[in-house]
């Protein structure tokens, strides 16, 4: 399936507080959550970081916002939500104008 080219606002920082409730999204740093683990005890610190950033987008976080796919709108990501007050929020500017906007 060909998805139409939408505009993807950015205004929404997923490692940041939620605009509705305030709690904050940052589930902490990548690096925090694979350096104990078993898979990766054979490389240095330097050496996870690169791998991190070979496999990750700055800012290296996780986040704790939801993705929400709604198949008949878009294939891929079309909002996302807040994990604790579950406000939504647009991914592109067509869903923010008219969420029933048939993007494919
Ligand atoms: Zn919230």
Known sequence: ????????????????SCPKCGTNWCAGRIFDALRPQKWCADKSDEELKAWIADHYSPPYSFSRLISIEIPEFYDGVWEYACPDCKARFPRFKEAQHDGKVQAH
Do not use: V
């Not at 399936?1 to 940041?16: I, P, R, S, V, Y």
């Open 1 to 16: 399936m060909k998805a139409k080219k939408l505009d993807e606002l950015t205004n929404l920082n997923h490692f940041g």
